[in-house]
């Protein structure tokens, strides 16, 4: 198993095709988050990271420079399709996102707005809680920090 990690403008039309579609499938069809859009025009500045089988994207997340989204590197729009959950993907891919803020990046602190109920994914990797539970497009969330 292998994450392919990558800036924007290194993405095949058809691997951009399957991220966009991987993302409105998740957020949009099926946590029904319309509040803000889902291509968000940030995704240029960010690396990809993904995860295809079958030609499908079914683990994804992105990472965003530090200033864009926080003052430090973050972890967003993690996602892993639906027939794929509960198969340690996941953990994979942030664990894998992280070495690469890490190693290749030269970051030691990142930062993500992760939903309440997946804290104990975040949690078990190091990322410790930072905020008070709060509404973001309708579904509780926490601020969450690691440092590398």
Known sequence: MEFKICKFNE??????YEIA????????????????P????IDNECYQVFYMD???V??????VPAGVAYNN???GRVLVLNDYRRKGLALIMIKEALKFIK??????????SGQLYAKGLYESVGFKIISD???EVGIPHVKMKIEL
């Not at 889902?38 to 025009?41: A, I, K």
């Not at 190693?103 to 993500?112: A, H, P, Q, S, Y």
């Open 103 to 112: 190693e290749d990046l030269n970051e030691n602190i990142v930062v993500l």
């Open 21 to 36: 579609r991987s993302r409105f499938e998740v957020f949009a069809m099926e946590q029904k988050i319309i509040q803000e």
């Open 73 to 75: 590197i973050s972890l």
């Open 11 to 16: 993405l095949t039309v058809m691997e951009m």
């Open 54 to 56: 079958n030609n499908r």
């Open 58 to 63: 079914v683990a994804y997340c992105r990472i």
């Open 38 to 41: 889902e291509l968000d025009g």
């Open 133 to 135: 539970v709060y509404d």
